[in-house]
């Protein structure tokens, strides 16, 4: 059977794509394909098909390959389309100097084995009593651009050097006083810094520093067994009759709703062609939901810091940072794994099973009401389907390590279509009425409304979260009008409970020219195929300037159009003692909600609960009488 337009890349296919490139453009020094992913069909021709749920094995769609290539020993980079349908390449365009690509787990590798092997490195830790460099590690970072002129037109990695006392100790607890740069291309070390001594904001560099051996081991594989608790009773979560979703390859439908997913090496998991069946229609949802960007930047402003900001995704790609999960583990419950196919340097397909999982969990009381005349109560409880990746990105799960001030500030690019294609967007803020006891519009002074106004251009829409007046968006279809409210039906955007926290870095720094999404909450662009990452295509090294903020300067309408909604939110990272030397999980986030979009309470169709598995305490503590 023929793969669906918007399923990933299969393993034959990646193969395809680097052959039939190596077929029809020689390299005296040969290829570093960086990544081949799909190219998908444009929105403009897939999207009918998909709103009249047409058969797709019907449908000629051709499946094509996007491939950023770089030529070794030269380092020049292309942008390759092979159509794999025909075997073709239909583009081959030579990049620009100054545009790197995503950093892969090989350039990372290759870059750690460059720092152990040069002589320089190795003197320093002798120096430091380090002579077996087998135990010396070092942590592979992008390179924050700053105009340095010895850095320029160069593919970096930057890496912060540790220790280990023994084999799969914790190095994060033993770190090294210098950090490194090296030019992946040429395969060399172009500098060595010195670490300022102190955590104040005044380097004292005639201090000599010693590397901290105590071990701090968070594996339980390293830690006494005695230290681990012993009153934490088993906790299952069993689903006896086994899950409430089907799958069809890669489609997903749970209880009303239909979700098909993709992997790729940049966003990791990617969520398509949402829908839900509502009576006897599918409503169309949302075309493609994925995590755009996220920026890291670092507060610290002495150097060598000053180069430490991580683009995770456009920087590493979140797909080539997936772990592969275990079963017990990451997810509990009824669990269906999807596998995330891959390549590597070569060209050919790397396989990172479980890189997805899908599973249910209970999250507490959906509705209940108790008829307190007569005692009866009505309950359903809520469940909900989960779809997770887990990345790691060097250090972060995040972070290993107590570190300088830092921010993580994600992009979300979320792709509508309510009820069809054509959406507006209007920003909705509750505001007290007009004060004055006696007033005509609120004359006991206790009155509030609803504002709702409408955003009709790309510049209008940059707008931020204002918890003050509890600030949502409302994605509305003009034209498909609520059978009781005589308005547009619609979705919002409700934003995380805390403010949103917009980008630190001053106006004049490069972080802030290369993350512009990161310094308002909400932009709305008009849909374009090749507007898929908030920063731009290039974010890793870049200078900045592309992405969201030149988009929008178009100032187009965005009113009954088909848009894009893009959503930064995160949390600014003050370290604590308690974060080493493992950090405790923080969450943040978003909520998407119907509003005014069903004419009912959609959950009313949901069973009473019957758990046969619950049972009360006391079978296990001992009952106790009262006297």
């Known amino acids: 059977m023929s793969p669906h337009p918007l399923d990933p890349l299969t393993p034959e296919e990646i193969s395809t794509a680097s052959r039939v490139i190596r077929e029809n453009h020689q390299s005296a020094h040969g290829w570093i394909f960086n990544s081949i992913t799909l190219q998908e069909p444009s929105k403009q021709v897939l999207a009918p098909l998909l709103l009249e749920e047409s058969n797709l094995e019907n449908v000629e769609l051709p499946r094509k390959a996007f491939v950023l290539l770089i030529e070794k020993l030269s380092g020049t980079v292309y942008e390759v389309v092979v159509n794999l349908t025909d075997g073709a390449v239909e583009k081959f365009e030579k990049v620009p100097q100054g545009f790197q690509p995503t950093l892969s787990p090989e350039d990372c590798l290759e870059s750690e084995r460059i720092v152990r092997e040069s002589t320089e490195v190795q003197e320093r830790c002798r120096n430091l009593g380090l002579n077996n460099m087998d135990l010396v590690t070092a942590d592979p970072w992008s390179v ?12 970096l990695v930057q890496l912060f050097m540790y220790t280990r006392n023994f084999e799969g100790d914790n190095h994060y607890a033993h770190p090294l006083p210098f950090v490194v740069v090296v030019d992946i291309i040429s395969g060399e070390v172009i500098s060595i810094e010195d670490l300022p001594c102190h955590t104040d904001f005044k380097p004292k560099l005639d201090e000599t520093v010693s590397v901290p051996t105590t071990p701090n081991n968070y594996d339980p594989d390293f830690l006494p067994p005695e230290t681990l608790r012993t009153d934490v009773k088993l906790l299952e979560v069993v689903q006896p009759e086994g899950p409430s979703f089907t799958i069809t390859g890669n489609e997903i439908q749970w209880q009303k709703y239909k979700i098909r997913i993709s992997f790729n090496y940049r966003e990791g998991l990617v969520l398509h062609n949402i829908r839900y069946e509502d009576g006897d229609k599918v409503r169309p949802l949302f075309y493609r939901i994925s995590l755009s960007e996220m920026v890291v930047p670092y507060g610290d402003p002495r150097p060598p810091y000053h180069r430490k900001c991580a683009y995770d995704i456009g920087d590493y790609g979140l797909g080539f940072c997936a772990n592969s999960l275990a079963l017990g583990c990451d997810c509990l419950g009824t669990i269906k794994y999807f596998d995330g196919v891959l390549n590597n340097h070569e060209g050919e397909p790397v396989t990172i099973k479980n890189a997805v999982c899908l599973h249910e969990e209970d999250v507490g009381i959906l509705q209940k009401h108790t008829e307190y005349r007569n005692g009866k109560a009505v309950v359903s409880r809520s469940r909900r389907l989960v779809l997770s990746f887990i990345a790691t990105v060097v250090n972060y799960e995040y972070a290993f390590y ?43 002074g206790q009155g509030f409304t609803v504002v709702e106004t409408p955003l009709s251009s790309t510049k209008e829409s940059v707008t931020d979260v204002q918890a003050v007046t509890n600030r949502t968006w409302r994605i509305t279809n003009p034209s498909s009008i609520h059978a009781y409210t005589g308005k547009p039906v619609g979705w919002k955007l409700i934003p995380n409970g805390a403010a949103f926290p917009s980008l630190l870095a001053g106006p004049e720094s490069w972080i802030r020219k290369r993350a512009g999404f990161a310094t308002h909450s909400l932009w709305i662009t008009k849909q374009k195929d090749d507007q898929l990452y908030a920063g731009g295509l290039y974010i890793n090294q870049s200078k900045g300037g592309d992405g969201l903020i030149k988009w929008v300067e178009d100032d187009e309408n965005i009113q009954d159009e088909d848009i894009v909604l893009w959503h930064s939110f995160g949390v600014t990272h003050i370290p604590r003692v308690e974060d080493f030397p493992v950090m405790p999980i923080e969450s943040t986030g978003f909520t998407l909600k119907p509003n005014n ?5 959609p959950g009313l169709d949901v069973p009473p609960p019957r758990s046969s598995k619950s049972k009360l305490a006391e079978l296990y503590l001992g009952a106790t009488k009262c006297h």
Request: net charge negative; charged share 20%.
């Open 597 to 601: 979009f069903f004419t009912t309470n």
């Open 402 to 444: 107590c570190a300088q001030f830092h921010q993580h500030i994600f992009c979300m690019r979320m792709d509508p279509m309510i009820d069809g294609l054509q959406n507006s967007v209007t920003v909705t803020d509750v505001k007290a009425l007009e004060q004055g006891f006696g007033s005509e519009k609120n004359p006991y």
């Open 144 to 155: 924050g651009y700053n105009a340095e002129p010895e850095f320029e037109n160069r593919r």
